[in-house]
């Protein structure tokens, strides 16, 4: 076990820079999970840590050892890749007793590891069997636990569950979240799933083209969203968002492009914005949580008609137009409406978003 830490981390690829300028410290025995879209240098940034990959500039430690220039054998890690190469000729005990093989470790010692691992990943049943002859969710586990025999001082897992079927994935996600509780080791997992993310991780980074925008535990990654981006990518349904500006006419409302009212703000809010550089640029941002429909016209709030409504059980989603755009509602699945209705909308004040369009960073 080990705290891993990451100072002005930076990998270009030829004219491609992957990664920039990227400061992270994952605690000692903490699960913390790397989110971001496709291409965002995720999978390079957990390269670089396992030494598979040579950054540009920038140290990276683990434990008080900076592995800067170990090889990816001398930096006591293990890595599960997305697509968990099992060697297909070797049984499941041989495939998860190689790594330990290689070093060397006593035969005693090894069978004791195996089975140890082979337990807790309840696959102890099989232990004889070729790869060929396991499910997709059971290759996953044996490449988990070829890791785990290892006992390496830091997991770092590469969308380990992306292979899996849905169901299967939800109930692996809770098993590796026991096993690194069990095992307290020190674990980076990656994923582009925000789901994953918010359900798995002590801590979330996420990052966009390269860049680490937000660590911070799922709460707060999903309440005070540190870039419009996050705002718009964690959440779903997403957060809806509409460019906005500070009124001209000196009252304290955000209006849209065509000078319409959206929202009026309270004074505390109307300060921030008021003393921030971009005011005319601005991006308003709400969850569909945080609207709640009135049946009938309201002067205080937000005039809009109802164009679609999605049942889905346990809640109700509608679309509604607001400005030229389309916001979703959630509502409690009671909650019935039907479309064509013109309604009221009131945004939660305590939950709404206000971001810098020129900067992308959030205002409150
Ligand atoms: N070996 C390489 N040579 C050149 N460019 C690369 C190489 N590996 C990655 N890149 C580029 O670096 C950037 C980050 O890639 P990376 O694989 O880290 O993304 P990712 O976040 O893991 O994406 P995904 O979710 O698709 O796996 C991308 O623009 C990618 O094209
Ligand atoms: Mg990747």
Known sequence: MAEVRIEHLEKRFDDTLAIRDLNLAIADGEFLTLLGPSGCGKTTTLRCIAGLERQSAGDIRIGRRLVNSLAPGERDVAMVFQFYALYPHLTV??????????????????????????????????????????????????????????????????????????????????????????????????????????????????????????????????????????????????MNLLDCSLAEDGQAALHDRLGRHVYSLPPPQHHRIAASPNHDRLVFGIRPEDITILPEPDSTGLPSRILVREQHGDVTLYDVVVSEKMFRVQTAAAFRLPVGETVTLEFNELKAHVFDRTTGRAIF
């Open 93 to 238: 005990y041989d495939n998860m007793a190689f790594p330990l093989k290689t070093r060397k470790v006593a035969r005693g010692e090894v069978d004791e590891r195996v089975r140890r691992a082979a337990g807790l990943l309840n696959i102890a049943h099989l232990l004889d069997r070729k790869p060929r002859a396991l499910s997709g969710g059971e290759q996953q586990r044996v490449a988990l636990g070829r890791a785990i025999v290892r006992e390496p001082q830091v997991f770092l897992l590469d969308e380990p569950l992306t292979n899996l079927d849905p169901r299967l994935r939800s109930a692996t996600r809770v098993e590796i979240k026991r096993l690194q509780r069990t095992l307290g080791t020190t674990m980076v997992y990656v994923t582009h799933d925000q789901t994953e993310a918010l359900s798995m991780s002590q801590r979330i980074a996420v990052m966009n083209g390269g860049e680490l925008q937000q660590v911070g535990s799922p709460l707060e990654i999903y309440n005070r969203p540190a870039t419009v981006f996050i705002a718009g990518f964690v959440g779903r349904p997403p």
